[in-house]
Every structure is written in C-alpha cells, then in structure tokens.
C-alpha cells in the first residue's frame, strides 16, 4: 500500500547510472501513483533473502484506452539482469490474469534493460507520445539528452 525506506535504498544503487532524470525516491513514487486520484496503480517488488528490494515495477491497468498493462516505473539496478526478467514475467502473466491485452513500459534505448527485453519477446515500437525536453542551458546538448535521459510512462502526464 506504501512504499517506504526501502526503496530509497533501491534507488540509491540505481541512481549513479542515472545521468539525467527524476528523482525515484519513496515519497515521490507514492506522491505520483499510490496517492494518484487520477487512476489506481499497484507496486509490485522483488525482495532479496534480507527482505530488501532488488526491483520493482508500478502497474495501471486499463491504460489509455484498451486493456493495456502499463508499467509506468520499472526499478532495476541496470547490472541485475535477473530481477529484471522476473519483475517483467511477473508483469506479464499480472497482465494475463486481469485480462490486460499487453503489457506496455518504456526503457530508454541505450539502457540495459532495453537489449535485455527485447531479447526476451518484448518488441520496440513507435510511440504516439512525443517526449520532449526545453534546454535552457547552451552547453546541454540534445544529442547528449537523448543518449542519458531516463525516462519512463510514468514521467508524462498521460493518465
């Protein structure tokens, strides 16, 4: 129902690998989704034998428009390939037991976790959505944001 320190301590190990995005902390992610009055998500997590989290991923059901399973965070240290693949199974047979048609997240390309999908029957496609970025900052170049920009569903405004 509440995320808590614990996944401040997730985000901590992910956060170095993280150039440019939101901060992904406890308070944030329950201000964002499990306090969202705009629709209900869930989180889910992975915990290891000390009872820590090694990933965890918050789904919407019903997702803009068909019954779509969205995974509007997916929190995985880049180097824990295992977590990974068990949360986005996990994710996926969710989906099938609440009758959601996909599951549907996005992972930037030049993420890990992006190869590691799609070698396991995740497929990329064109998105309706246009992510975008103001600069105000001459020396931050678009290049460099569109190679190091972590971004997720959950960093728009699409509910």
């Keep these: ?40 998500h869930q989180a889910f997590g992975l915990l290891d034998g000390n009872g820590e989290l090694r990933g965890l991923y918050i789904a919407r059901d019903n997702w803009s428009g068909p019954p779509i399973e969205a995974l509007v965070e997916f929190l995985v240290p880049a180097s824990d390939a295992g977590a990974a693949m068990r949360l ?34 995740f497929i990329r496609e064109d998105s309706p959505f246009n992510l975008c970025v103001k600069i105000y900052d001459p020396d931050l170049k678009p290049e460099w944001v569109r190679e190091n920009w972590y971004y997720s569903i959950g960093d728009t405004d699409v509910f």
Excluded at 10 to 17: E, M
Excluded at 96 to 119: A, D, F, M
């Design 1 to 40: 129902d509440r995320l808590d320190a614990r996944v401040d301590r997730l985000w901590s190990r992910i956060a170095p690998d993280v150039k440019m995005g939101t901060i992904r902390d406890a308070e944030f992610l329950n201000w964002r989704f499990l306090d969202c009055p705009f629709g209900p």
């Design 88 to 121: 986005a199974q996990h994710a996926v047979e969710r989906a099938r037991r609440v009758g959601q048609q996909r599951v549907e997240l996005w992972v930037p390309p030049w993420h890990p976790h992006s190869k590691l999908l799609l070698g396991h029957g």
